[in-house]
């Protein structure tokens, strides 16, 4: 089992930053792809950006691409997701989440680990 813990959302201006952890504890997250995915009011939740376990590959949704950087430290056992030129769109929880090494990233059901979630909000 794997459990995981964000931290580091809150409340900032357009334009503003962020930046996102994912504290993991169980087994080490070396095995692991991990990824962001982020739920509005209303909304379906969203894939966000995900990182191969050696932090060698990652991807993008096109709406965050540019913007946004996820990064890990497997040492640490803990991801991040840095935020920047936030708009009030990206307001949201956010959760982390994890997936087997060899599953393909993005899709909600290929990660069968979670965490709570961590609200941003964007003020316009």
């Known amino acids: 089992q794997v459990q995981l813990v964000e931290s580091g959302g809150g409340l900032v201006q357009a334009g503003g930053s962020l930046r996102l952890s994912c504290a993991a504890s169980?087994?080490?997250?070396?095995?692991?792809?991990m990824a962001w995915f982020r739920q509005a009011p209303g909304k379906e939740r969203e894939f966000v950006a995900d990182?191969?376990?050696?932090?060698?590959?990652?991807v993008y949704a096109n709406s965050v691409k540019g913007r946004f950087t996820i990064s890990r430290d497997n040492a640490k056992n803990t991801a991040y997701l840095q935020m920047n030129s936030l708009k009030p769109e990206d307001t949201a929880v956010y959760y982390c989440?994890?997936?087997?090494?060899?599953?393909?990233?993005?899709?909600?059901?290929?990660?069968?680990?979670w965490g709570q979630g961590t609200q941003v909000t964007v003020s316009s």
């Open positions: 990182i191969s376990w050696d932090g060698g590959n990652t």
């Open positions: 989440a994890a997936r087997w090494g060899m599953v393909p990233a993005g899709t909600r059901s290929g990660y069968p680990y």
């Open positions: 169980g087994r080490t997250l070396s095995s692991f792809g």
